[in-house]
């Protein structure tokens, strides 16, 4: 199955193991990380959701492409 567009903006979830606090929680895709000439690395920038506060972070984390899955198959993942 083909993995669905990310852009800046979407809501996701983190699926991965690199960021064990983020495992599991509802993600904000902010951009994604470009290295010194302006490519893509394939990491994107993304805050964590904060249950307690109802909001996103104001502190982000780099994420792979593999570890960001839509809200809707993230039950399949």
């Known amino acids: 199955m083909p993995k669905s567009k990310i852009e800046s903006g979407t809501i996701m979830k983190y ?9 599991g929680l509802k ?13 893509p690395t394939g990491l994107w920038d993304v805050a964590p959701w904060i249950e307690k506060d109802r909001r996103f972070s104001w502190v982000s984390s780099d994420a792979c492409r593999e570890d960001l899955v839509p809200l ?6």
């Open 15 to 23: 699926v991965g193991d690199d960021h064990a606090f983020m495992t």
């Open 72 to 77: 809707d198959e993230s039950e399949n993942a």
């Open 27 to 39: 993600v904000k895709v902010i951009a994604p990380i470009l290295d010194d000439d302006g490519k």
